[in-house]
């Protein structure tokens, strides 16, 4: 495919950066990914303030304004004939032509990678169909979750172990809570009532996450933000999570134990529903 580095479109085999890149060294770096569906970006302002968010929270200045960001995730969706996929960005503090642990002086430009990928499957998609099984494994990932930074090392561990284990994800848990999904946001409904963990620093603020609860809040459906443990999530009616590419997703299986009935629930499904609608 064709991808974006520092100011180019060029094929992925000829695309290079440095040894001495921050994003390389040091996970120095934050990215966003954004869904596309029948070739247009869903939730794009969302993202770009997220990435601006993230840049800040890090003191890496962003590189682009709104609309350069904008036309550079059109022009790689349409170069890469995306109709249903995503578009990746991501942004580095710079190849710093050493390693130091300093910060490097600010005439240092970040470094700028993208690319698209076309996958069909995210609007019929055969997981949400069938639901997923979940295990649960402790969180031991930095206490600055709500930056979304590539330092993902402990969320593909996870995400391994939870295969391993026969299962298809992740939930991670923290002093007895759920904090998140290895690469998604965890929900419970109870007694029809859509409960989640309330954002802070120990999980990403979910672009997902935020359109779902207001298309809920506008269809009148409870929506009660406050942390869960694994056993009343084994014990709700419904489970699911929610991504950017994942959409609203039902889990059907928590460490073993079916959750409701054992099959995706009459609510996740309708907020599936409901998302695609209202985001295409
Ligand atoms: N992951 N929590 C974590 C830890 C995530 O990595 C993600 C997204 C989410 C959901 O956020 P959003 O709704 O904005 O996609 C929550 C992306 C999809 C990824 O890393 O591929």
Redesign the pocket.
């Known amino acids: 495919g064709i991808v974006y580095v520092n100011g180019e479109y060029l094929p992925a085999e000829e695309a290079k950066i440095s040894v001495f890149d921050r994003g390389f060294l040091m996970a120095d770096a934050i990215?966003?990914?954004t869904?596309v569906v029948d070739g247009k970006l869903i939730?794009f302002p969302?993202?770009l303030a997220?990435l601006d968010r993230s840049l800040a929270e890090l003191d890496i200045v962003n590189p682009h304004g709104y609309d350069e960001w904008l036309a550079l995730h059109r022009e790689l969706v349409a170069r890469n004939a995306v109709t249903e996929g995503?578009v990746?960005v991501e942004v580095t503090r710079g190849n710093t032509g050493e390693r130091a642990f300093e910060y490097p002086p600010a005439e240092i430009p970040p470094t700028v990678v993208a690319f698209a990928t076309n996958r069909p499957g995210i609007v019929d998609s055969p997981a949400a169909a069938a639901g997923l099984r979940i295990v649960t494994l402790p969180d031991l990932r930095w206490q600055r979750?709500d930056i979304?930074t590539v330092q993902?090392i402990y969320?593909a561990q996870a995400k391994m172990l939870a295969k391993r284990a026969g299962a298809d994800d992740g939930w991670l848990v923290e002093d007895g809570f759920v904090t998140?999904?290895?690469?998604?946001?965890a929900y419970i409904v109870r007694k029809g009532r859509i409960v989640t963990r309330p954002l802070g620093n120990d999980?990403?603020?979910?672009?997902?996450?935020?359109s779902l609860l207001r298309f809920a809040r506008e269809a009148q459906m409870e929506v009660e933000e406050r942390q869960f443990t694994v056993a009343e999530a084994q014990a709700a009616d419904e489970a699911f999570i929610?991504?950017?590419?994942?959409f609203v997703t039902p889990v059907v299986e928590i460490d073993g134990t079916a959750v409701g009935t054992g099959k995706p629930g009459p609510v996740a499904l309708r907020l599936r529903e409901i998302y695609i609608d209202e985001s295409r």
Not at 203 to 210: D, V
Not at 242 to 246: K, V
Request: charge should be positive; charged fraction near 20%; proline fraction near 0%.
């Open positions: 990215y966003e990914l869904a939730d969302a993202h997220r995503s990746y979750r979304k993902l969320q998140e999904g290895t690469s998604n946001n999980i990403l603020h979910g672009i997902t996450r935020a929610t991504s950017a590419t994942g």
